[in-house]
């Protein structure tokens, strides 16, 4: 689905400065909603053969736009300005937050979201459908609306609005087997001009640490169409995932490695051939639990150096949030401060 996005529309502003892991254009989906793993099936007796020798079933590996998140998850968010957060829960399944931000980069505003948890429980912690969305002071809207229509497929819909304009909108369908993953994505289509973007994601566990899979976008529009083809692997150790996708666009290659319960280390190579540009970057989290601190830091090939610093106030629901980033290039340098209450 990420794919659609990125052709779509324009790359988004730098985020305001706070603890959230959203960005603006289309919200994040909560936490908690992936699919668990399922488990090895233990052997049962047979007359004339062995089955305690037989090879468990392979774990399920996840969804394809997930493949590079547990790398990304390790670098630190770009801040700038002033952000204020308050979530209220309203009922078990009913959440709403404002926001407020100050910017001298972006534009100054107020954001209010809502999510809504429906009744339907899959899992421990999965339950739908799943509503979410958020609204500015300028009428713009970003949602999305998850449902699992089956034990194996799950939809999703999301819509992008500029004030009363449409800007983008996907529908998402997902088919989860024991061992795999396919997903197909349709993104902004429109029968009168004829275009459109058709997504196609399939991710196969081969063995229970490796992973194959693929991925076909192709686009329209008057006067233009095209294809682009990847291929992706995926390696998992006991504590480290090693993740490539090569394709025409260019290469994109993830290390994850967790040395122990408080740092996590991630490294990060780009390739674009048509933009005829590559970035190296290496990112790092440090956790301290006993003082409910949480560093994260960067730097990359062009210079550019940041690091956020986030601090929760127990037993208060309040999290403080510090962040800088500094461009030694083009000698530019942006900070920012966060406040989360909730």
Not at 6 to 27: D, R
Not at 41 to 51: I, L
Not at 137 to 154: D, E, K
Not at 251 to 267: M, P, R, S
Request: proline share 6%; net charge neutral; aromatic share 8%.
């Amino acid at each position: 689905m990420g794919s659609v996005l990125a052709a779509a529309s324009p790359s988004p502003a730098p985020a305001a400065a706070g603890g959230s892991q959203g960005v603006q254009g289309l919200v994040s989906v909560p936490p908690g909603f992936s699919m668990p793993s399922i488990s090895s099936v233990p052997p049962t007796s047979g007359s004339g053969q062995q089955t305690a020798d037989a090879d468990p079933l392979l774990p399920h590996p996840g969804t394809y736009e997930e493949c590079h998140r547990k790398c990304k998850e390790v670098y630190p968010l770009q801040m700038e300005g002033v952000r204020l957060v308050v979530n209220k829960g309203l009922s078990n399944h009913f959440q709403v937050s404002h926001t407020v931000t100050l910017s001298t980069l972006g534009e100054s505003g107020y954001r209010f979201g809502s999510t809504y948890v429906g009744t339907k429980q899959t899992g421990p912690a999965e339950s739908f459908p799943v509503i979410v969305g958020d609204m500015d002071n300028t009428g713009s809207l970003n949602a999305q609306i998850i449902h699992q229509l089956t034990s194996a497929v799950r939809s999703k819909i999301a819509i992008q609005t500029q004030q009363h304009k449409f800007v983008n909108w996907q529908c998402d369908l997902e088919w989860r087997g024991e061992d795999f993953t396919s997903a197909v994505t349709l993104g902004n289509p429109d029968v009168t001009v004829g275009s459109g973007i058709l997504v196609g994601h399939y991710l196969q566990s081969i063995t229970p640490a490796l992973a194959l899979g693929g991925e076909v976008v192709f686009h329209r529009r008057p006067g233009e169409e095209g294809a682009v083809t990847s291929l992706l692997g995926r390696y998992t150790g006991d504590n480290y995932v090693a993740t490539l996708t090569v394709g025409g666009a260019g290469a994109h290659a993830t290390y994850y490695h967790k040395a122990n319960d408080q740092l996590q280390i991630g490294v990060e190579f780009e390739a674009n051939t048509r933009m005829q540009d590559t970035t190296t970057s290496i990112g790092y989290q440090l956790d301290v639990p006993k003082a409910n601190l949480l560093f994260k830091g960067t730097v990359d090939s062009n210079w550019v150096v940041g690091a956020t610093l986030e601090k929760k106030l127990l037993p208060l629901p309040l999290t403080l949030a510090l962040g800088a980033f500094l461009n030694h290039r083009k000698n530019k340098f942006q900070c920012g401060f966060g406040v989360t209450i909730g």
